[in-house]
C-alpha cells in the first residue's frame, strides 16, 4: 500500500490540468507579446520609410521658378501608396500634411493586424491592431 486513499485519488491530476492550463497562459502571454512587438515595429518602419518616399516628392513647378521646395501632395500620396502596396499590401494607413514652422511635412500612420496564435483561446481576443507612426519633411539644402 502506498498510504494513498480513495479520497485523494485525482488531486494530482486536477493540479497539473490547472498548473498546465497557467504555464500556457504564460507561454501565449510571451508568444504574441512578441509577436505584437513585432507588428508594432514593423508599421513604424513602414510609416517611416513611406513618410520618406512621400517626403521626396516635391512640387518641381514651383522649384523650377526659384521658389521653396514643398512636398507635392497629390504625388507624395501616390509615392507612399506605391511604397505601401509594394511593401506587403498595407492598405489601412492615412497621409496629411500639416505645416510646421511654416515648412508643409508628410505624416504618415500605418496600421497593422496582428492576429494572436495563443491568447486567442483563452478569450483574450484573437485580433490586435497596431498603428505606427512617421514624419518627413523636404531637405531643402538650405542651412
Known sequence: MTGWTAR????VSLFLAAAMTGVLVIIGLAYDGAGQLRSLQRADDLAAEAA??????????????????????????????????????VLD???SFPVVDGEK?????????????????????TTVTVTGEATARALTGAP
Do not use: C
Open 52 to 89: 520618406r518616399s512621400g517626403g521626396q516628392v516635391i512640387d518641381r513647378a514651383r522649384a523650377i521658378e526659384g521658389g521653396l521646395k514643398q512636398i507635392d501632395e497629390p504625388g507624395a500620396r501616390a509615392a507612399v501608396d506605391t511604397y505601401l502596396a509594394a511593401a506587403g499590401g
Open 105 to 125: 511635412q508628410i505624416q504618415v500612420r500605418v496600421r497593422i493586424t496582428y492576429r494572436r496564435a495563443m491568447l486567442g483561446l483563452f478569450g483574450f481576443g
Open 93 to 95: 494607413h492615412d497621409v
Open 8 to 11: 485523494e485519488s485525482g488531486r
